[in-house]
Every structure is written in structure tokens, then in C-alpha cells.
């Protein structure tokens, strides 16, 4: 390409770098329209290495290049050529050496995608790089190599166990565990060497800590026999490394970060804990020298925040080895383990002066780091684990020695309640350690110690902080420990805490209104014999200053996106139901001006989830109860609605076409201007490039069809517009992702359109569904087909139906029986078996069928009733859990709204009791061959003369 083109992209991603938003979007679609073009990604290399770029756009270069190999590497659509991907994996671990390290994240995210799709079976030559790479003696570029190796064999850790996954474990580890091996040796021995040169000495670090990060990958799944033979080298090494003292000049800037020595100590303690859990008879001979350098470790080890992680390691070591039998006699001593709960498990779990300061500056953080379910790692969650690995094998000791450290903290905190309450917070989370036995991230607490007395502990410690008045910190701890064992704490108790804990809400310390929120939250959800823990009576009473209070803890400073306040605010919604109708439009009003509100600079996508979830349930139980409601909704809706979608808020565009999918379903015909108006857009491909709205516009456009029906059509631009709906069913027909709903929406157009307007396209539509099951075949496609098929016949009738694919070829409807007959036990879902059986029933009542196809009668009939007879799949209770896995930065992405979802619809609702419907019409038929009866298998003969009987009809 030329320099010119070179030029180009340099502008570009200088675009995308742009203060003006329509200029950044305008950038970045352009190079999302171009990507897949050969040579795009080689370009963006080119950008990435020079020198004369600017920082800033070498690094766009590099986000555009792992976002193009996210997108389109494995893409069915517009995928990235094929001599591109040689090219590039040709020479990725190069690009890697030579990319700025500021860039070098982004190469590393996009080899591990790349891996991920191709590798081993299509990039044999990845290893042999790798090899040759770290045979060097440059550890500068040994780091690099390994730094883009890295990420490739993370999934060894979590992947469930396979021959497969260990066929490619071994091939990796023939190519490199020899390798590694030997640059473990050179980088201790470099160690020793260079412990004067310090430039060096950080590059072999950063090498071995990598090398680590590897062996514990390759060592997740089983041990391996070359590690296993040189077992004593590694642990010598560890050892060694373990005792490297503190090096200031290779410390971070920054005291909260860890520096390169900490990192591999902290690496080192994984490992030992993996082979001390996994490979404990392989590693015995080894362990109790770990357990005293750790031990040296922990004790030795400053209570800065750059060493959290590595503390945190290392308690997890203990934690692994003191829950193991055959090391009881490590831990059974008394002054072991009171100078545990003295030396290590105490100091851990006080909080320090940095703790405080993101208590008060930095809640959000706070939150995130101390709330049940984080996954974060701090020292106080180290230490919990501690107590409770202790407590496997001495359970009663550790709690009997503990609890007195709990009582003298607590006489701590008495002498002195303005100073020391950082011993009473810190008694209250030992107290909590000891208690929690098992827990869940629903229910909270499962099952406790039995010498520990939950209630008595309450009333008798926290409940004064509850009341407030108390040091902010002390009364968070409060709330938290309601929340922690609300399943073990007296009905009676949690309504009488329920108001005090309403009062909360609007305390100024964002963690206190915080923790008051998930308390609310979890208390009304909290059920008890299928009743509700809070009573209605409770909640009457105090309905309207819980809702005040919940408002009015948005609008506190740094609140405004509070996703605890905004899902306690949905769980009281949802809760209360007819309760809250005095209310729902105020409520309704609120939510659209903070919707409109946050619009400006969305920020954090679980508020914003939480708050469509909550106008979502405000329309189901308001509306579904009284259908007047629907307009009132409307009315208060559409405008900022409207206005989201014109400025083309795209996180936000999911959510809004579930509500107004769910709204229009709610409403009688005829469809409202408002609707009409926005109706001939929704086929628009710019709302369905991304995939973030295909399954809410899906929805929203059977919603449009179902209601509307054939009037929706009449006109010229009616046909357009049907024409452009069929040409979205193209697109998600051909999808391995969305032909499911491709499946639906034709099915709701055969079903509410009249015949006349689909005819002349049923024909395309069944040669597009058929070249789809030529050309990728998959076993939900199958079961797709198959109910598509079924519904044919059970809405226009066997006749139709078979019309419909005779049209296209004669003698397809054969085959499609066949693949009726061989796969319709597949079918998954109450609803689809129901059209299956009602489709293949209304089959074989069919003159034509069993004239045309008498041959394939008694195996259809013998498939069909094994499907009636098909246990009933279990109903999965409803529950919201917001899943924000994926969610890196804030983009547009569908994530469905429990409480606006679709109610499951039934075609045939008609047909109650299917055993009745199916013996009148196999009744009628027989009727008419009554030498069908000889047909019937022996093994189904007595259930179809239970359908028979059930319709009053006997043989």
C-alpha cells in the first residue's frame, strides 16, 4: 500500500482520538466498514511502528488492530482474508517485540484471540516461535515473547478437563516445558550475578515472573512428568526467590502498586498453593520449608498497599495447606495458632489509615473490594479465608482462642468508643469469619458455627451502630452483617431493623446509603416458607419514606449512577406490586428524568440496567393488571424515548425497544401514531450492525405485526416496508447467532398476516431456510426448522403446508418429513414440543398426507407420541442477576430485561388438553382409513388408545 493510504489511516485514527463526538463516530465506523479489507490489518501495523507517529494514535493503531481481530478473525460475515491471517500469524510474536510497550496489552489480547480460534491445529508454527524467541539471551525481548504467550494458556486454568485439552496441554509443553525450564535456571543464575546491575536485574523479574505466570497454567491441569522429574530445581528456585530482599530502585512511583519483586514472590505463592492443593503427595517433602518462609513472609511483610497481593497470596497458601488432613500436625499447636490469629490474621484484618481514606473518598472502590461476591483480593478476605481454613480441622479451638481476641478488641473499643473503633469494626469482622461456615451470593449466609450465637451477637454488639449515631464505618459493618446472615436472624428482628435500616438511605457516606441499599434489596426478596420475610404490614408502613429516601439518595453528591440505590429501588417494585400504585407515576417520572439525565455521559452500565429493569417492572405489574394504564405509560415514556433514540444513544437502544416491545404487546389494536411513526425505521440496518438490538427489534417488530397484522401492509410503502422485514429475516436466517429468531419473526408473519400477503414469498423464504441447512447445519437450526415446519401445518393446514415446499422442489416435503421423524425428540421447550405435536397431528388427520405419504404414517405417529409423552422441562424460577462480564468500557450490548420479558407465547392456545385433541383427530381420520389402526407399533398402542378414550372414542 502506499504512503498515501498510510497517510489516510493516520488521519483516521486521529479522528477517532477527536473531542467532537460525530466526528469520533464518523472515524470509527469508517474503519469498522473497512476492516475486513485485505491488507487493512498489516496497515495498521505499519502505524503502530513508526516512530515518527504520535503516542497517542500508535496506540488507537493497536486498539483498531485487536478490535478488528476481535470482530472478524472468526467472523461469519466479512471475516478478515485469509492471506491477511497467514501474514499476521506469521509474524505476530515480531510485531509484538517491535510494538511500543505501551501498545503491547493490545497486541497480547489480540494473539490470545487469534489463539482462541486457530490454535494448535492451525498455527503449528506459533511454538517453534515462542522457542526460538526465549532460547535467546536478550531478556528484555524474552519478556515481550512471553508477555504475548501468556494469555494463550490462560484457559488451562479454568477449562473443564478433557483428552482433547490435555492432547494440546502435552504438545505445548514437548515444545516449551524443556525451554522454560532452562530460562527459569538462567534468570536465578542472572539473579545472582547482576544483583548490583538493577537494569538487568528488572528485565530477568519481569522475565521470570512471566515464566511463572506459565508453569502455573501448565501445571492447572495436571501435573506434568518434565516438572514432576525437575520437582526440586523449581522449588529450590522458588525458595530462593522467596527470600530476595526489598529493592527500593525497583519499586513502583506509585506505594499502591506492586514493584517486580513483589510480583514474583506473589507468583511463586500461587504456584506452591496449587501443587500444596493438587499435587500435595508429589510436593510434601517440600512444604513445610514453604510454610516457614511464608510464614517469615507474612510476618516480616509492611502493611503498604503495594504488598496486598502478595500478603493475600500467602495467607492463600496457609489457607490451602491448613485445610488439608495430613497437615494437622503443622497447626494443632495452641501457640500456633494464637500467634496466627496475633501476627497475621489481626494486623491483616484492621483497617489501615488507606482503607479509611477510600471509605470516605473513594466509596465505590470500598464497596467493591468488601461486598460479599467481590472477586477482588484484599488482606481482610485473605485473612476471613484463613480463619475459616483453621477452622476445617479445629473448628472448636480456633473459635474458643479467637473469640477471646474478639472480646479483648471489644473492651478496646469500650475504653475508648472515639478512638479505637477500628478494634470493635475489627472484632465484628472476626466475629463474622468465625460465624460464616458456608454462604451464597442470593441467599448470604447458608450455614454458621454453632458456637457463635447470630441473634445474641446482634443485640448484643451491632445493634447499637444500627441505630446510627455511631462511627460511619462501625454502622456499614452493622448493615453488612444484616445483610450477611439475614437467613439466620428472627422474622421478627428483620422487620423491626427494616425501618432503621430505611433511615440509612440517605446517610451522607455513600457506603453506609449503600449498604442500606443491598439491605433493602435482599430483606424484600428474602423468603421464607414461600412467603415474604418482610410482611406486607412492614412494608405499608413505611412505603412511602423507603421510596423518598431511595430517591433522594440518587440526588446525594457522587450518587447520581448508584446501582445498589437503583436495584433497591427496582426490588421495590417488583415486591410491593399493587402497593406501590399510588406512587407509579411519580415513580415512572423520576426514572425518566434520571434516564435522561445519566444519557449525557453514561457511565456505569449496571445503574442503567437496573433502571430499565425497574420501568420494566412498573409496566408489568401496573399494566398487567389494568391495560388502561398502557397509554398513561406511554405518554410519560415516548418523549424521552424518543429522544434517546434520535440522539442515538446507543447503550441505551436495547432497553428502550424491550419496553416498547413490551408496551405495544400490552395494548389493543389499533397501534398508536406514536408507533406507526417509528415503525418503518426499525428495519434500518444501523440498528442492526452491532447485534446489541437484534433480539429486542425482533420482538418489537412481531409485537408491530401481531397487533397491526395485514393493515400494516396495504399500502405501496406498506410492501416496502414488508419487503425490508423479509430482508432482515434473510440476514438472521443465514446467522448461526440469531436464526432462532429469525424462526420466530417469520413465524408470527405467517400467523397474523393474511395468506394473500405472504404468498409470493414463502417460496424464497423456505429456498433461504433449506440453503441455510445446506450450508451450516447445526443441531439448533435443526430444531428450528423443525418447528417452523410444525407450525406450518398447524396454522394453514397439512394441505398448505405440504403446497408450501412442493412448490419449491417436488418431493421435498419427503425429506422433510424424514428429518421430522429423525430429529423432532431434539426439540427443546414446552411451547415448541406443542407446535411439533400439533403440527404433525394436524399431518396425520390429513387426507393428503396419508394419501401422498401412507408410507411415513406410523413412523410419524410413533415419533409424535414419544414427544407427548416427553417429561415436562422444569420451570427455572425467575431471578434477576445482571451478568457484566463482558462489559468493558460502556457499549451498546442486549442484556434482557427479566421483568419487561416476553410472556411465552402459545399459537395454539386453543388446544387445551392435547391428549383430547390428539385422539379427536386421529378419531376423525381412522374414521375415514380405518386401516390405519393396523399401522399403530404395539409399543404406542395402548397410549393412543388412551387419547382415544380421553376423547370418548374407543376402537
Not at 527500593?248 to 506492586?258: N, V
Not at 510464614?295 to 511483610?301: D, E, M, Q, S
Not at 496457609?318 to 500467634?339: I, P
Request: aromatic share 10%.
Amino acid at each position: 500500500m502506499s504512503d498515501e493510504t498510510e497517510q489516510m489511516m493516520v488521519e483516521c485514527l486521529q479522528q477517532t482520538l477527536s473531542q467532537n463526538g460525530q466526528a469520533r463516530r464518523e472515524a470509527e465506523k469508517y474503519l469498522e466498514s473497512v476492516d475486513h479489507n485485505e491488507g487493512f490489518l498489516m496497515l495498521l501495523v505499519r502505524v503502530m511502528v513508526r516512530d515518527d507517529v504520535d503516542k497517542t494514535v500508535r496506540q488507537a493503531a493497536s486498539i483498531a488492530f485487536k478490535n478488528c481481530i476481535k470482530r472478524r478473525w472468526s467472523a461469519e460475515e466479512n471475516p478478515i482474508a485469509a492471506s491477511d491471517k497467514g501474514e499476521v500469524k506469521e509474524n505476530i510474536i515480531q510485531i509484538m517485540i517491535n510494538t511500543p510497550d505501551y501498545a503491547q496489552k493490545q497486541i497480547c489480547d489480540a494473539i490470545a484471540q487469534i489463539a482462541e480460534s486457530d490454535f494448535p491445529e492451525n498455527w503449528l508454527e506459533l511454538v517453534p516461535s515462542l522457542k526460538e524467541h526465549i532460547e535467546s539471551n536478550d531478556f528484555h525481548v524474552i519478556a515481550g515473547v512471553l508477555q504475548a504467550a501468556d494469555p494463550i494458556f490462560w484457559k488451562y486454568r479454568y477449562a473443564a478437563r478433557s483428552d482433547e485439552l490435555w492432547t494440546e496441554i502435552q504438545y505445548v509443553l514437548d515444545g516449551l516445558a524443556e525451554p522454560l525450564t532452562n530460562l527459569f535456571q538462567n534468570c536465578l543464575q542472572n539473579i545472582q550475578e547482576n544483583a548490583n546491575n538493577l537494569g538487568s536485574m528488572g528485565d530477568t523479574l519481569t522475565a521470570c515472573e512471566l515464566v511463572l505466570q506459565i508453569f502455573q497454567s501448565l501445571n492447572s491441569q495436571d501435573i506434568p512428568e518434565f516438572f514432576e522429574n525437575h520437582l526440586k530445581l523449581w522449588s529450590d528456585g522458588f525458595l530462593e526467590l522467596l527470600k530476595l530482599p526489598e529493592i527500593p530502585d525497583l519499586a513502583t512511583s506509585d506505594p499502591e502498586i506492586p514493584g517486580i519483586v513483589e510480583k514474583v514472590k506473589s507468583q511463586i505463592s500461587v504456584c506452591v498453593s496449587l501443587y500444596a492443593q493438587k499435587y500435595d503427595e508429589e510436593f510434601q517433602d517440600y512444604l513445610p520449608s514453604f510454610v516457614d518462609v511464608v510464614w517469615n513472609l507474612l510476618t516480616t511483610t509492611t502493611l503498604d498497599m503495594k504488598n496486598d497481593y502478595l500478603v493475600c497470596t500467602a495467607m492463600a497458601f496457609l489457607t490451602c495447606v491448613a485445610s488439608r488432613q495430613h497437615n494437622q500436625d503443622l497447626f494443632s499447636n495452641e501457640d500456633t495458632l494464637k500467634a496466627i490469629c496475633e501476627q497475621v490474621i489481626i494486623p491483616n484484618m484492621k483497617l489501615r489509615e488507606s482503607d479509611e481514606e477510600m471509605f470516605n473518598f473513594d466509596p465505590d472502590e470500598y464497596i467493591r473490594r468488601d461486598m460479599e461476591g467481590s472477586d477482588v483480593d484484599t488482606r481482610r478476605r485473605a485473612a476471613n479465608d484463613l480463619v475459616r481454613g483453621l477452622c476445617v480441622f479445629f473448628e472448636d479451638p480456633v473459635t474458643d482462642i479467637f473469640t477471646q481476641y474478639v472480646s479483648t478488641l471489644l473492651e478496646e473499643y469500650e475504653s475508648n468508643p472515639g478512638d479505637n473503633w477500628q478494634s470493635k469494626d475489627c472484632a465484628i469482622f472476626l466475629i463474622t469469619s468465625l460465624a460464616v461456615r458456608s454462604k451464597t451470593v442470593q441467599a448470604g449466609t447458608t450455614k454458621t458455627n454453632e458456637k457463635i450465637p447470630i441473634e445474641d451477637t446482634f443485640n448484643s454488639v451491632i445493634a447499637v451502630d444500627l441505630q446510627g449515631g455511631t462511627n460511619d464505618v462501625l454502622v456499614a459493618d452493622a448493615l453488612k452483617y444484616v445483610f450477611a446472615f439475614r437467613g439466620q436472624l428472627s422474622n421478627d428482628l428483620l422487620n423491626m431493623c427494616f425501618p432503621v435500616i430505611i433511615n440509612h438511605l440517605v446517610s451522607e457516606s455513600n457506603v453506609v446509603n449503600s449498604y442500606a441499599a443491598c439491605c433493602v434489596e435482599r430483606l424484600l426478596y428474602l423468603k421464607r416458607e414461600k412467603m415474604p420475610v418482610i410482611t406486607a404490614e412492614t412494608v405499608q408502613g413505611c412505603l412511602e419514606a423507603l421510596l423518598t429516601n431511595l430517591f433522594d439518595a440518587l440526588n446525594l453528591p457522587d450518587n447520581g449512577e448508584n446501582e445498589y440505590i437503583m436495584k433497591a429501588i427496582m426490588r421495590t417494585i417488583v415486591s410491593c406490586k399493587e402497593a406501590v400504585s399510588p406512587y407509579i407515576f411519580l415513580i415512572i417520572e423520576k426514572l425518566s428524568e434520571k434516564l435522561l439525565q445519566i444519557a449525557k455521559n453514561p457511565g456505569n452500565a449496571r445503574f442503567t440496567h437496573y433502571l430499565f429493569e425497574s420501568l420494566g417492572c412498573a409496566i408489568r405489574f401496573s399494566c398487567g393488571e389494568n391495560v388502561s394504564l398502557v397509554e398513561s405509560f406511554e405518554e410519560a415514556l415516548f418523549p424521552p424515548f424518543q429522544t434517546l433514540i434520535e440522539n442515538e444513544i446507543e447503550e441505551f437502544q436495547p432497553y428502550i425497544f424491550q419496553l416498547l416491545a413490551q408496551l405495544l404487546e400490552l395494548r389493543p389494536a389499533p397501534i398508536p401514531e406514536p408507533y406507526l411513526n417509528l415503525f418503518p425505521s426499525l428495519p434500518n440496518p444501523m440498528y442492526w450492525e452491532t447485534g446489541a438490538n437484534t433480539v429486542p427489534l425482533v420482538r418489537l417488530l412481531r409485537a408491530f405485526i401481531s397487533t397491526g397484522g395485514g393493515e400494516l401492509f396495504g399500502s405501496e410503502e406498506g410492501q416496502n416496508q414488508l419487503r425490508a422485514i423479509l430482508g432482515v429475516f434473510q440476514k438472521l436466517i443465514a446467522s448461526r447467532r440469531f436464526d432462532l429468531d429469525g424462526f420466530s419473526l417469520i413465524q408470527t408473519m405467517i400467523e397474523h398476516l393474511p395468506a394473500e400477503v405472504l404468498n409470493e414469498y414463502m417460496s424464497t423464504v423456505i429456498t433461504l431456510i433449506l440453503t441455510r441447512m445446506t450450508k451450516q447445519k447445526t443441531a439448533n437450526f435443526i430444531s428450528g426448522f423443525i418447528t417452523f415446519a410444525c407450525f406450518l401445518a398447524g396454522i394453514q393446514g397439512a394441505e398448505a403446508c405440504i403446497q408450501q415446499f412442493e412448490s419449491v422442489k417436488q418431493g421435498l416435503f419427503t425429506k422433510v418429513i424424514n428429518r421430522i421423524v429423525e430429529d423432532v425428540a431434539k426439540v427443546s421447550g414446552s411451547v415448541e414440543r406443542k407446535i411439533c405435536v400439533v403440527g404433525m397431528i394436524r399431518l396425520l388427520s390429513s387426507n393428503v398426507f396419508v394419501q401422498q405419504y401412507e408410507n411415513n404414517w406410523a413412523t410419524m405417529l410413533y415419533e409424535c407420541v414419544k414427544v407427548v409423552e416427553l417429561p415436562p422441562e422444569e420451570a427455572e424460577e425467575e431471578e434477576l442477576e445482571f451478568d457484566s462480564s463482558e462489559q468493558s468500557g460502556y457499549k451498546a450490548k442486549y442484556v434482557k430485561l427479566a421483568y419487561a420479558g416476553a410472556v411465552e407465547y402459545d399459537p395454539f392456545t386453543s388446544i387445551g388438553d392435547m391428549d383430547v385433541f390428539i385422539g379427536q383427530s386421529l378419531g376423525t381420520i381412522f374414521s375415514q382409513f380405518q386401516e390405519l389402526q393396523n399401522l399403530i407399533s404395539q409399543d404406542i398402542a395402548p397410549t393412543v388408545n388412551k387419547y382415544l378414550l380421553s376423547a370418548g372414542i374407543s376402537l
